[in-house]
């Protein structure tokens, strides 16, 4: 396929033609006989986006799901109506994702059983990490004696019972944000598994299984975490630890120091980086792969639940580069909402729902936000250059104002290995 009247983020004005790869970047490029011709009018050509940590089954099955976040609902009486009125689905569960404390209190099986209908109720807090069950649910997957019904997602004692996500449904809204390619950080996910996303999704598929680890405070093990991490390197595979805590990334980087590295190793989301772990982060060398876009979606909670002497610790981005961190983002799907453009403002802004600015020292320019989410893999950003990828994105909106807007909206066309896979 031919490009012509693209400009590059560079100002550059020039024609394309793309297949698999970048073959030509040149002025007044004669097509081919056949060849498909697409006219950017002036609008700016980027390397496809690349969101590159994101939950992809959890995300296509968060389409179909009842979200009650604080978003959604406010109150107790809220969650109690739209759990009356959800229908259940195919397995005849009540799904619903998003949950937070703040709604109505910490939920366990009694509080569903008095709000909910009788039927299996399922309810996932929004950082992903667990489960709250009524009695029905209990019932079916084997733990009717559990005592508070709030099971966590990692536990292998229990399943749930599967559902059809709408992953082509998933992949046709990625590719409107012109994202080519995912990283899929789900833990537990088998060959199998990826084979049947890399099959179904547009975009090109990576995962971190069987690299990726989620930690958890209370079971933090430093000697057996140094162990894992010497083990999964030695066959050849890097490593993707779960951070959300100060003392998970502080038990991650000791760990590391002992284990040794691998190039290619990442810590996922440091949503709380102390000062004093700034240097220790740089030192290690360890791709930092981050979410600032819960600034924007959960700042104002951030606000009131997390002292305010730590609020510069939470989401960096700018500080992390100034100290040498390599540093990617990514949205984490569904636990965060999927539009990159969404993230991107949020690193450049740190704007909370209410309009607070949290952690200005952190904030980047939109040219670096947006060249987080470009390149193949988290740190290596990329390029519209011969030899790339064959994956771009093409925006209505010429250089200046797309930097400047760093909106959705402007996405006129994403382009997969030289065959458009959207446009508006």
């Known amino acids: ?197 890399q099959r179904r999704m547009p975009q090109t598929v990576r995962a971190l299984a069987p690299g990726k680890r989620i930690l958890h405070d209370d079971e933090l093990d430093l000697d057996a975490l140094t162990s894992w991490i010497r083990h999964t390197h030695s066959v050849g595979v890097p490593v993707a630890l779960h951070c959300v805590t100060a003392a998970q990334l502080v038990v991650t980087l000791t760990a590391l120091r002992s284990a ?41 909670q951030y606000l009131v639940d997390v002292p305010e002497h730590e609020h510069h610790e939470l989401w960096r981005v700018g500080s992390l580069l100034e100290a040498g961190v390599p540093v990617a983002l990514s949205t984490d799907a569904p636990f965060g909402h999927s539009d990159p453009w969404a993230a991107m403002r949020a690193a450049v802004h740190r704007r909370t729902p209410s309009g607070t600015v949290l952690g200005p020292n952190e904030r980047i320019t939109e040219a670096t936000a947006l060249a987080m989410f470009t390149g193949n893999r988290a740190g290596h950003p990329g390029a519209v250059v011969p030899g790339a990828p064959g994956d771009l994105c093409i925006l209505a909106t010429p250089p200046p104002q797309a930097l400047a807007e760093l909106d959705a909206a402007a996405v006129a066309a994403t382009v997969i290995a030289g065959r458009v896979v959207y446009e508006r």
């Open 1 to 197: 396929m031919l490009i012509r009247n693209a400009v590059l983020i560079d100002g550059t004005r020039t024609d394309i033609r793309v297949g698999d790869t970048v073959t030509e970047v040149a002025d007044d490029v004669t097509a081919a006989p056949g060849e498909d011709e697409f006219d950017a009018a002036g609008g700016t050509v980027l390397p496809g986006l690349n969101d590159h940590h994101l939950h992809l089954r959890a995300a296509a099955a968060a389409l179909r799901s009842l979200r009650v976040g604080p978003d959604e609902v406010r109150d107790r009486a809220a969650l109690a109506g739209v759990l009356a009125a959800a229908v259940p689905d195919q397995n005849g569960w009540i799904r619903a994702v998003g949950y937070h404390d703040s709604v109505a209190g910490p939920l366990t099986r009694d509080l569903l059983d008095a709000i909910a209908p009788e039927v299996p109720v399922r309810i996932q807090h929004r950082s992903g990490v667990q489960w709250t069950l009524n009695t029905a649910g209990l019932a079916l997957v084997g733990k009717h004696d559990h005592p508070d019904g709030v099971l966590r997602s990692a536990d292998p004692s229990w399943t749930l019972p599967a559902t059809e996500p709408d992953l082509e449904g998933l992949g046709a809204t990625l590719s409107r944000y012109g994202i080519t390619g995912v990283t899929d950080a789900t833990p537990d996910l088998g060959a199998g598994d990826i084979t049947e996303l």
């Open 260 to 300: 040794g590295r691998h190039p290619l190793d990442r810590i996922e989301h440091a949503a709380v980086v102390p000062d004093g772990s700034v240097a220790d982060l740089a030192d290690s060398g360890v791709t930092v792969v981050t979410q600032p876009n819960f600034v924007a979606e959960r700042g104002d």
